[in-house]
């Protein structure tokens, strides 16, 4: 399905750099969580009931980080100390594009090559240079496992809102977990102390 162009989203971007591990190494990190083809037909279902759902799912998440000064904090400028709107506004269109492409669950090189980028958006050696901005140079470590129980959490009343029963909504969530704890252990790279990762 093809959608507009979001500014700064890299998916499939040939400058984007590839990634320091191979797909053989990834799948087995999949292994590792638990993470097999069920969990792909899982989330694949999942988009069709998400997709016309990505404002009011990303509502909730900016309320939570909007609702902590110290997440907030990622976002604000360094002149002046206080949340830069147009960042927010790029990065929100970049997580709504985010959730449908954990959705598609289409795990192949560019994939996989993102993942890292988003990671290195989220560390100093790369934070603000896509949207040119003076924000706060970089988000501790810290909030990013911690987070993947919000995000997942307030995800699934979404996913029960289309009538589906508990097992299913339960099979979508659970992939969801696993793809999040995948996604957050990659974005961890530049995080790693070289030749640690």
């Not at 360094?78 to 970049?94: C, F, Q, T």
């Not at 129980?149 to 995800?155: F, R, S």
Request: some cysteine; glycine content about 6%.
């Amino acid at each position: 399905m093809a959608t507009a162009p979001i500014p700064g989203y890299a998916f499939g971007d040939a400058s984007v750099p590839r990634a320091p591990i191979p797909l053989e190494e990834f799948d087995r990190l999949k292994q590792c969580v638990l993470f097999g083809e069920e969990d792909v037909r899982a989330l694949r279902q999942s988009r069709e009931i998400l997709a016309d759902q990505v404002e009011e799912i990303l509502d909730v998440w900016y309320g939570f980080v909007g609702s902590h000064p110290f997440l907030l904090h990622s976002f604000t400028d360094v002149s002046d100390g206080r949340p830069n709107a147009a960042y927010l506004e790029a990065v929100r269109k970049r997580f709504g594009r985010w959730i449908l492409d954990t959705a598609e669950a289409n795990y192949d090189q560019a994939w996989l090559d993102y993942q890292f980028e988003i990671g290195r958006r989220h560390h100093r050696s790369g934070k603000n240079r896509t949207d040119k901005v003076a924000a706060v140079e970089h988000v501790a470590y810290r909030y990013l496992p911690v987070l993947i129980y919000p995000i997942t959490a307030t995800l699934k009343p979404f996913l029960a809102k289309k009538g589906h029963g508990d097992e299913e909504v339960e099979r979508m969530h659970q992939a969801w977990i696993k793809s999040v704890i995948l996604q957050v252990t990659l974005w961890s790279y530049p995080y790693v102390k070289d030749g640690d990762f």
